[in-house]
Every structure is written in C-alpha cells, then in structure tokens.
C-alpha cells in the first residue's frame, strides 16, 4: 500500500493538471441550400409577402452571432442565381449593376459559397461576374478548367475558430453537360463527386491537418438520374464510402433531410438538406474538448434543420437593399397584355389543358416546327383573367431555358412520350386503381409534389393527335393516331421538334433512354437554338397579340373513358383538394 501511494497520487495529479489545462469549444455552422432568388419576404412572381427568405435568415443569423461570436460560420450549398425575377433582373436586365445575389451574400457575410447547376445555368456573363463580386470563396473542386485542369473555382477553404481548423470542400453535381447547352460551361468539365472528393479529402488532411471537414455539396442524397455518363445525386454515396467528413450540407432535390450515416472507416457524418427557398436552414453544433497543446481530445456533432419561418424579418437588411426591391416591383408590374380566361398549371396532369398547350402552340408558331414538346414547370400556379404583367411571365415560363428545334423520326417522338407517360401514369389494372403514379414519400419534395418522378419531365405533346392507354404497360401506352392538320403521322418520317434547352441537351433522359437517341448525337439533331431565353419569346409573342384566350388543343386524351375519367376526378380531388 505504502508503494503504490505514490503512483496514485501521481495518477491523480496528471489527471488534475490535465483538466485543468483543457478547453471545451462549442461552433456553429449554418447552412442555406437552393434560395433561389428568395432573398426578400416578398414574392415578385405572385405579388404578396414570402414566407422564409433570406431576410429571415439574416436575422437569425444575427442572433446566432451574438452567442457564438466568430465561432458561428455561415454557408450556402448553390442554386442561388436562378428562380425569383429578382435574380433575373440582376443578371439580364441590369446586368451591368452589381449582382443582387452577391450583394446579399455579402450582407449576410457568408463564409463559403457552393456552386449549383442552376448557378451554371446564368451563363459565363452572370456566374464570373457574381463569382468576382463576392467576399467569401466560392466552392467547386470537381469544376474542371479544361486549359489549365485545375479546378474552375476554389476547391475548398480554410477556417480557424478558437485555434480549431475547418476544412470546407464545395462540390457540384456532374449532370451540366447533359443538360446544358455547352455555350453556358465552356471550358469546364464535371467530374464525380464520388471519383473527384477522395482525391480532395486526402489533399485536404495531408496539408491542411483540419479537426473538422465539412462537404459543401451540391448533389441530392439519393435516387436522382443515373446514367452511364453521371449519377446526378451522390450524397449518400459519398458519406458511406469516402472517409474523413464529419458533415455534409447538400442540397439540389429540394428535399428536407436530416441523416447520420457511418463511413466505411466507422465515423459519423452527419447530413443535413434544408430544402429550398430559404423556408429552413441547416445547422451543426460542435462540441469539442481540445488539452493543454491544443489536440482535439474529443469531437461530438449534433445537426438539426430549423424552420426559420416565424423569425422577424431583418428591418436593417429590407432597408438596405430598399432600392433593389423597388427596381424589381416596377420590372413586374408592368403589363404587357391581357389574358381573357384563367389558365392553371394544376390542369396539366390530367389532359390537354390551356395552360400547357398555350406554350406548345406558342412554340410551334415561333419556330414553325411540326410538333412541341413541353411539361409543366410549376406544380400549382395560375395566371388570372384580367392584366398580364411581367410577373406572369415567370409562371408561364418557370427557368431560363432556350429554344431548341430538333429533328426526330416518328418512332423516337412516340418513345419519347412513352417515357415521360411512364414517369406520369399508373398502369391501371382495376377502375378504382389511381390513375397518377403518386409516391407518399415525396409529398415534402418541392420537385415531385406527391408524384413518384419529378414533374417538370411530364412533357406532352402538340401537332400530333394521339391518346393514352392507362391499361397498356410502360412502354405501350401511347397510340399517335395523325397530325394536328389530319396528314397521316409516320414512324419513319423526319419531323422536326420543338421543346426546352434542358430537353434538347438530354435533361430528363427522355431524348436518351427514351427515345433511344445517342447523348453524343443529340448535339448535330439541333437545327435551331434560340439567341435568348424562352421567357423573353413568349413575352414579346404576347405583347403582339395583346389579348390571349389559352384553350386546350384536346390532341390527346387518357383511355378507356370509363377508367379515366371517375380516376382522374379522384386523384385530381386527393393532390389538389376541391380547389
């Protein structure tokens, strides 16, 4: 007993000594995904107050700096470029203004900003210039500069709070050549997510020794397009497989997600997705207990998403950017025609409808081709009866999309449709069987809306007259009776096609898988792109017309009636109420 006294005292000094000399720090990260343009609480698009937006988040944030001081870091997984008009008066409009998203990345004082497909999608003009005018990296290791192979943008960056190092890595998803027409990335090449992180992970810790690493991707988590070419959603992927990420702030579905997976070296990461608009944002608290020389002892990581719509909004960031606001609302207001009956994108689904065929009617009368490919790119808007103004335009025509004629045979056009009626339809078996392919899991997912497969590839058809057969199988479906004019439609005859850029390049792989032409081929079957957005075409359309009347086509119909229609009415009552 006598012996061991001294070892135990010893024990216990160590031990005193130690505790004495660590130090436990507590930091905070918070992350926004896919704004889009939700910058102010208030929607320029339908003309009333927003809820969530960034002005929101500015005040949070705010808060959240008053407790963590600079242990609070603040970033932003991309697509922030495209989706309010506020964006698009920024970067085509006043394009020679200070871009209104930099100035509001700036404001909030973001510490690392992703890059997002839809960011790509503004062109070289927009994205250099937003990237030149922002205060904080912008993040993108897999963006390639094919002149000098080097990443386009900044890999990653390097943050030191409280003496700890964090490493944050931006990525984005590969798919932006198979949906974008080449003029928009020149000079770029996207590798995997998965191929091009592990690469970055091991540079990272081998020269920046970081005590966390946090992914900035801008990649959904899991069952997006997968091809032979890019799997468009690598999140989940890459946090079981590649090692080294304590956290992962994704984004790009638009879904809400919160999961902790384990690496395949036993680790935790905790995956956060705060959805999009700015309604949520992502956040990460870690906790750390570091010793006398510095080393990390101990790291937890808790992430949660925070609803951030019932903050105030920011009254000192509404003032600021006053100006902006009051340039956007007199771009929106201003009429440019008048529509004499409602038309609804919720009509859409469930047949020929006004609001669709308006577009493909447009379409074919500003390129002259034989037949139009479109799909609904809104879930649920509407343009009134009464004044078009320039807001309407942004609900007739959601994205920034050219126009593109291509030349297709008979047979690719009904294989095409196949495909997209594949994505939207139930194959019936019994009269009470739904007619839409609906999925409860996604009813949160701001893409597919209760649909099993995203709704912006529901494309149909006008200058043909055909039917739907929601009895046949996947595959057999679609009979292409004759042309809209009464000439018989031919499976051999060359016809000439018209439809959106991100259809054209292969965007929803309905072209591709669907249609069975080659990705590489799709580039010479363009015979016509236009010079300018279709926004801006369907805009200087209707102000020569001045007063539209939409009525739908009736070209195509689902059958047997007797299915149909009862199946229609019930599933039209469960998705969109009695509205």
């Known amino acids: 007993m006598i012996k061991l006294a001294p070892a135990c005292l010893a024990v216990l000094c160590f031990a005193s000594t130690t505790m004495a000399q660590t130090k436990n720090i507590e930091i905070k990260i918070i992350g926004t995904s896919d704004v889009h343009g939700h910058f102010f609480p208030y929607d320029f698009i339908e003309r009333h107050p927003l809820k969530g937006t960034l002005a929101r988040v500015s005040s949070y944030v705010k808060r959240m700096r008053a407790q963590y001081g600079p242990n609070l870091l603040l970033l932003d997984n991309g697509d922030i470029l495209q989706g309010q008009p506020t964006c698009y008066y920024s970067n085509y409009v006043k394009p020679e203004e200070d871009n209104v998203a930099a100035q509001v990345v700036n404001y909030l004082q973001y510490d690392a900003q992703a890059i997002g497909n839809h960011d790509i999608e503004t062109g070289h003009a927009v994205y250099d210039k937003w990237i030149s005018q922002l205060r904080c990296p912008a993040l993108g290791a897999n963006i390639i500069n094919t002149a000098t192979g080097q990443p386009y943008a900044l890999p990653y960056a390097i943050y030191e709070r409280d003496g700890i190092r964090i490493a944050v890595l931006g990525m984005l998803t590969p798919a ?18 998965e191929k091009s992180a592990p690469r970055w992970v091991e540079h990272i810790r081998r020269h920046e020794k970081p005590d966390i690493l946090v ?9 997006g397009i997968s091809t032979a070419h890019y799997n468009e959603d690598e999140t989940e992927t890459v946090a079981k497989t590649i090692d080294g990420f304590d956290i992962i702030f994704f984004g790009h579905d638009h879904t809400q997600r919160q999961e902790t997976v384990k690496s395949e070296g036993g680790n935790n990461v905790v995956c956060l997705n705060p959805s999009a608009n700015a309604l949520m944002v992502a956040e990460a608290t870690i906790r750390l207990t570091v010793d006398g020389k510095g080393r990390v002892k101990s790291k937890t990581v808790c992430g949660e998403i925070r609803d951030i719509s019932n903050e105030p909004v920011d009254t000192g960031f509404m003032e600021h950017f006053k100006p902006a606001i009051d340039s956007v609302k007199t771009y929106v207001e201003r009429r440019i025609g008048t529509m004499q009956t409602p038309i609804y994108t919720r009509d859409c689904f469930f047949g020929s409808a006004p609001f669709t065929d308006f577009i493909h009617n447009l379409q074919l009368q500003i390129t002259g081709a034989d037949i139009s490919f479109n799909a609904p790119l809104s ?9 078009i103004r320039m807001s309407d ?4 025509y959601r994205y920034e999309n050219q126009i593109y004629v291509l030349n297709m ?8 449709l196949e495909m997209s009626y594949s994505q939207w339809v139930n194959t019936m078996r019994t009269a009470d069987d739904h007619i839409m392919l609906l999925n409860d899991g996604t009813k949160n997912d701001l893409q597919r809306y209760g649909f099993k497969h995203l709704t912006f590839n529901f494309d149909s058809a006008a200058g043909i007259e055909y039917e739907v057969d929601v009895t046949k199988p996947d595959g057999q479906k679609v009979n292409i009776m004759k042309m809209a004019d009464g000439k018989p439609f031919d499976g051999k005859k060359w016809y000439k096609v018209v439809m959106n850029s991100y259809r054209g390049n292969g965007g929803g792989e309905l072209l591709t898988r669907g249609a069975g032409i080659p990705q590489d081929s799709l580039k010479n079957r363009i015979v016509y792109q236009s010079e300018k957005d279709q926004r801006y075409y369907l805009t200087k359309e209707i102000e020569r017309m001045g007063t539209v009347a939409p009525k739908a086509n009736n070209n195509w119909r689902f059958v047997p009636q007797e299915w149909a229609a009862p199946a229609l009415e019930r599933d039209r009552r469960l998705i969109f109420g009695n509205d």
Do not use: C
């Not at 879930?379 to 004044?387: E, L, S, V």
């Open 393 to 396: 335009m942004f609900k007739l």
């Open 409 to 416: 045979t008979g047979e690719e056009v009904r294989r095409h």
């Open 176 to 193: 932006i050549p198979y949906w974008l027409n080449e003029n928009l990335w020149s000079g770029m090449q996207f590798e995997s997510i």
């Open 379 to 387: 879930f649920n808007a509407g343009i009134g009866k009464g004044d």
């Open 215 to 223: 992914g900035l991707f801008h990649s959904g988590w899991n069952g």
